[in-house]
C-alpha cells in the first residue's frame, strides 16, 4: 500500500516560498548537502505545510496560511512548543525540530518538523484499496481508542499545564466562537440566529471537570495510518488548535466530521471521510466505546455535537472569508459555503430534535 501514501505536490499560486531566502536557515540547521526543492501537501485548509527536501534530508515545514488576520488560530510558536513537549510522552504527535520567528525569511513565523510516513484517508479511499467491513471496524476502533488515550495523558507532567484555562473554557468556547462568525460574515444564515443562543442557554453543568489534552481537530485525514496497516495509526497531525479544556468538546468535534450511513443526503454530500463504510462504528457507537474507555457521563453529547458542528461551520467560514475578501486564490474555497449552510443546518437539527 506504499503507493497509497500521502504525498506533496506542486505548491499552489501565490503560496509560495522563497528558496533564496530559506536556504541559508536550512543549511544552518539541517546541515545536510545537495540541492533544495519545496512541494505543498494539497489538502488542509488552514496552516500550511510543504515538504522541503535538502539532498537526500526531508522536513516538513509549517506556516499560517497567507492573508489570515486570526492570529491567534496559527500561533506557529505555540504549536511548536506543543509538538516539543508532547512528543515524548504521545509518539503520535509529530517531533518537531526547529522554530524560527526572523521575518526576513519568508514573512511570517515557521517550524520543522520530521515527516510521519503513511496513508490518509480523505472523503473516499482510492479505488485500489480495500476496505473490508473487518477493517473499517477496526479502524474506526482505533480511532476513538486513540482520542480516549490522548485524554488521559497527564498534561501536566508533560509540562503543558499553562496551555489553556479550563475553568470557564466551555462557556469562553461558545460565546468566543458566536464572535468569531460574525467577524467574519459574508452571508445572512437563519440558522446562526437560532443556535447561538440555544447553546449559550444549554450549556452543561460540571463542563469544567475533567480537564484534559485536546487535540480540538481530531478527524480521520488528520491521522496517518500505517501503510501496510489500516487499522494501526502511526501520527496524529494538525496541532494548532491544541489546548487544555473540556474532552467532550474534543469528541464532539470528532462526531461533527462523522457521517453516518443514514444521515440526509445534504449531510452525505459533504461527507469528509470514509466513515460509512460497511462496518464503521456510528457516532452512537463511538459515543458508547468512549463512555466505556473513560468512564465519562456523556448524557450532555447533543450539546456537544450542536456545539461542534456550529464551530466547524464557523472555522470554514473564516476561511472562506479570507477567499471572499481576495486574500487567497485557493479555488477549492468557492464551495465552502455549501458544506456551511449544511454544517449550521445540522448544528441546529441536532439542538432541535434532541438526537445525535
Known sequence: MVALCDRAGTVRAGEELEIARLEPFLREHLSAEGPISIEQFPSGHSNLTYLVR??????????????????SAHDMAREYRVLSKLHTAYPLAPKALFYCDDPSILNAPFYLMDPIRGMILRRDPPASMSLSPETARKLSEAFVDNLARLHSLDYAAIGLADLGKPQGYLERQVK?????????????????????????????????????LIHNDYKYDNLVLDANDATKIVGVLDWEMCTIGDPLTDL?????????????????QIRSAPTTLPGTLTRGELIQRYAALTGRDLSAMVFYLAFARFKVAVIIQQIYYRYAQGLTQDARFAELPKRIHALLRASWHCAESGTI
Open 54 to 71: 535538502v539532498g537526500s534530508r526531508e522536513v516538513v515545514l509549517r506556516r499560517p496560511p497567507f492573508g489570515s488576520k486570526v492570529r
Open 252 to 268: 464532539g468535534t470528532a462526531l461533527a466530521y462523522w457521517t453516518d450511513p443514514q444521515d440526509p443526503e445534504e449531510f452525505q
Open 176 to 212: 468566543g466562537w458566536i464572535e468569531r462568525y460574525h467577524n467574519s460574515k459574508t452571508h445572512d444564515l437563519p440558522e446562526v440566529e437560532r443556535i447561538s443562543p440555544w447553546l449559550t442557554a444549554h450549556m452543561p453543568a460540571g463542563s469544567d471537570d475533567g480537564a484534559a
